[in-house]
């Protein structure tokens, strides 16, 4: 069981990744008498033996007669559940068995009248066994389901006895949901674009007459659409897969009907919406609810008005409110905001309705109705276990408080100890000693901790748990100090071990003066606290810079350049800030590294000038592309090769060497801070969190982009440690990015709490942790490198050295 465990833990594909709990075949908690099949071969061979694991009678189910479509094992969950995975075994019985299917497929049930075959994406209902009688397979259904009664169903193309073990996997239903009706979706052709096919593929209802009812499909899969409806979490499907979605020149709004499996206490309903306004796609503007409890739909609806955004185009759940109506059936009218409306989820909150005896007695002199409760002898009891639980509340509550006094002080003493032996870092996020006592581990210069990276020495992570450590979503990250983390323009800094000057003035910056009258403004690249990025073009910059120059030769003719400039009502801290920025990047010379060109500091506003690389970052210029092919040759379609991924990882790791021989810390490594030019050189830059287009790939508090959690160690977010071991974490993540050709967000199907939650699991060290899936394109060796990336012991991950000599072989061959 624990080997089926680990390989459950480690999946990362779908939504599903969080609900793949054993639903109670082994451990007994599905009990015999949910079990039942078509036949079996002799009553110690009967459905009561097919647990996984267990060897009881003759050690499996095995039925009577030759697989047929009518041999099956059924089991009766109990209730409503997502299903996700299906292990399986055959008969092994301490070796004296060898009987096993070889393949099977699924039915399934929510009513235990209405049986549905299953299929995958693409439409096969056959799944892989077992190759042997002893060893156990897991397989993730994809699509998962929503049943309540399970048939598997051994097939075989040879005359042979087949026997069957299994384990299901999943999670309650908690929705209730068992169908909802539409029309069916419709086709997209914009002219320039792929065709876009936003039909519902997964449906298991019936398709008549261009409308969907009585079945469960896409919207209840548990995969979120991306912003870009066109990109799709699976492999080898069409363009909007993802995503059901209707045109409006032939609807007027899309009538959708939901049914629950009893009456529901209905709070809210979560919507999960496209909003590619470039292409046509908001949310929708309006949606109308009625309500049927029993047998008439109620006259009032609920009605609710969308706040559109026209600025930001990330696809987002809306909730809609509805106001604790009780039904057990929902009709909603979406109405359009734009020419298209596209969903991926749709979800309800509710709990169950509550009915109380009551007697209505009419006062006849104040002619009031007033509902009296008739007393059962057991008010006493409740009142008494309301008081004992508040007490024990009290108490929880006072204990919790007490433990952070403690860390707090505990804290403080530890500081207090090693404060001779803290070492500055340059970046301004750490000049302030004050900062550095609340906010970091204390730091060491010992050769062994700095080996680890960035001169941090492992701080002591007994004192507090993780939701001690780990309050109000920002462990260690006051919401003062959230700009100087992000830096001064938005951009992430690098973290490097200070010099000993304690201000900076125009003489200590040895990049030149350049004439800001020649700096043509083009396009604003991002924004942060006190700063902005623009692409510029820079006259007669490579004749400035003289013989030397990083530029290639433009015959005169003026080059783009990033410029970072702080605006006039920057604070003292953040000019102080942005002249140690400049000062940390006039120290960084390598070909991977972005390098700081010049400066306009003798006046306002002080400005920064760095390379900017024309074919932009390596996010956006993979996610462009697919993988190199005969299909891709013919049909010219832009593409890379796996040796060109490769590359670009060695490139990348040699710049993170670089670094990390200065002791410099980068705190933001990923495919967005990286940029190409023309030849696929890469540069490591740090310009992603000032970009909107990657606002979603950053934590926010308050709404404003604070962490990168997707990207960091565990330690990083709960312990507030960044390091070049976390760097190395960031690098694995990174490493994952290439060889899914950016084509999704890391963890994308977790949400951002989720993700959090999941470094607990780091921190706890149990085994339950969730690591990110092994991407087809990537070879094996490469994934055991990444996965080393992200162990939990410091000590145990690979240096940028180390990563380096083991990539540099893989682009030779």
Request: charged fraction near 20%; proline fraction near 5%; aromatic fraction near 10%.
């Amino acid at each position: 069981m624990k080997k089926i465990k680990g390989w459950v833990s480690r999946v990362n594909f779908t939504v599903s990744s969080h609900c793949r709990y054993p639903l109670g075949m082994e451990d007994g908690r599905i009990k015999d008498d949910a079990l039942k099949a078509s036949s079996q071969w002799h009553e110690t061979t009967g459905p009561q033996y097919a647990r996984l694991n267990r060897e009881e009678g003759h050690g499996a189910w095995c039925p009577a007669a030759q697989p047929s479509v009518s041999q099956y094992l059924e089991v009766d969950l109990g209730r409503l559940t997502f299903l996700t995975v299906i292990g399986t075994q055959g008969r092994y019985i301490r070796n004296s068995g060898n009987e096993f299917a070889r393949e099977y497929r699924v039915n399934y049930s929510r009513d235990g009248k209405l049986w549905k075959s299953w299929r995958n994406r693409q439409g096969n209902e056959i799944i892989e066994g077992n190759k042997d009688a002893y060893n156990s397979v897991i397989k993730d259904l994809r699509p998962p389901i929503v049943t309540r009664y399970v048939r598997l169903l051994p097939v075989t193309r040879l005359s042979t006895t087949i026997c069957m073990r299994v384990e299901l996997y999943g999670c309650s239903w908690d929705d209730g949901l068992i169908s909802y009706s539409a029309p069916e979706g419709q086709r997209m052709q914009p002219p320039g674009y792929p065709i876009a096919n936003l039909n519902d593929s997964t449906y298991d209802g019936v398709h008549e007459r261009g409308k969907l009812f009585g079945g469960l499909g896409q919207l209840t899969d548990g995969v979120i659409g991306q912003d870009d409806f066109t990109r799709t979490h699976e492999y080898s499907v069409w363009p909007g897969y993802d995503y059901l979605g209707w045109k409006n020149d032939s609807l007027e709004h899309v009538e959708m009907e939901f049914v629950f499996d009893r009456q529901r206490n209905f709070t809210s309903m979560k919507v999960h919406s496209n909003n590619m306004f470039s292409r046509d796609v908001k949310i929708f503007s309006s949606v109308s609810c009625w309500f049927k409890p029993h047998f008439v739909w109620e006259a009032e609806p609920v009605e609710f008005r969308t706040v559109l955004d026209d600025r930001n185009p990330s696809a987002r759940y809306v909730t809609v409110d509805l106001n604790h109506r009780t039904a057990k059936s929902l009709r909603c009218r979406f109405y359009f905001a734009d020419v298209w409306m596209m969903f991926s989820e749709i979800s309800f909150q509710s709990g169950n309705k509550h009915t109380h005896v009551q007697t209505k007695v009419q006062n006849s002199k104040k002619g009031k109705i007033t509902s009296v409760t008739p007393d059962d002898g057991k008010t006493p009891i409740l009142i008494g276990c309301l008081v004992t639980i508040i007490l024990l509340l009290v108490i929880i509550i006072f204990l919790i408080l007490w433990c952070q006094y403690v860390c707090k002080v505990l804290e403080k003493v530890r500081i207090q100890i090693n404060d001779k032996h803290l070492i500055f870092l340059l970046d301004p996020q750490y000049q302030n000693p004050a900062v550095l006592r609340n906010k970091l581990p204390e730091l060491s210069q010992s050769a062994e901790a700095s080996a680890c990276g960035g001169g941090y020495a492992e701080p002591d992570i007994t004192q507090c748990t993780p939701h001690q450590c780990f309050h109000s979503n920002a462990p260690h990250y006051a919401e003062t100090d959230i700009v100087r983390l992000q830096g001064v323009t938005g951009s992430n800094m690098y973290a490097v071990p200070a010099l000993t000057v304690d201000s900076l003035t125009r003489k200590d910056i040895s990049a030149a003066e350049f004439p800001r009258q020649q700096l043509i403004f083009r396009e604003k690249l991002g924004e942060g606290q006190f700063g902005e990025v623009h692409l510029c073009e820079a006259e007669g910059l490579p004749e400035f810079l003289g013989e030397g120059s990083p530029l290639p030769d433009r015959d005169g003719h003026s080059v783009l350049v990033a410029v970072k400039q702080l605006r006039a009502d920057a604070t003292s801290q953040a000019r102080n800030d942005f002249l140690k920025e400049i000062k940390i990047m006039s120290r960084l010379n390598d070909p991977n590294i972005i390098r700081l060109l010049c400066v306009c500091v003798s006046s306002d506003p002080l400005c920064m000038v760095t390379e900017y690389m024309e074919n932009g970052d390596l996010n956006m210029f993979l996610s462009q592309r697919e993988i190199e092919s005969t299909l891709t040759h013919a049909n010219n379609i832009p593409s890379v090769s796996l040796s060109d991924l490769l590359h670009m990882a060695v490139q990348i790791s040699s710049g993170m060497k670089y670094l990390a021989s200065l002791n410099f810390v980068h705190r933001d490594l990923a495919t967005r801070n990286c940029l190409l030019d023309r030849r696929l050189t890469i540069k490591i830059a740090d310009f992603g969190m000032s970009r909107n287009l990657y606002s979603s790939d950053y934590y926010r508090i308050q709404g404003r982009a604070v962490l990168p959690i997707r990207w960091m160690a565990w330690e990083s977010i709960l312990l507030g440690k960044f390091t070049t071991a976390s760097d190395v974490w960031a690098f694995g993540v990174t490493l994952w990015e290439i060889f899914t050709l950016c084509k999704e967000q890391p963890y994308s199907l977790l949400s951002d709490e989720q993700v959090i939650e999941n470094t607990g699991e780091f921190f706890r060290n149990q085994g339950r942790q969730i690591f990110l899936y092994a991407p087809p394109l990537c070879p094996p060796s490469l994934f055991e490198l990444m996965m080393r990336c992200w162990s939990r012991d410091i000590p145990d991950r690979p240096t940028f050295e180390g990563l380096y000599q083991a990539l540099k072989p893989h682009v030779n061959q």
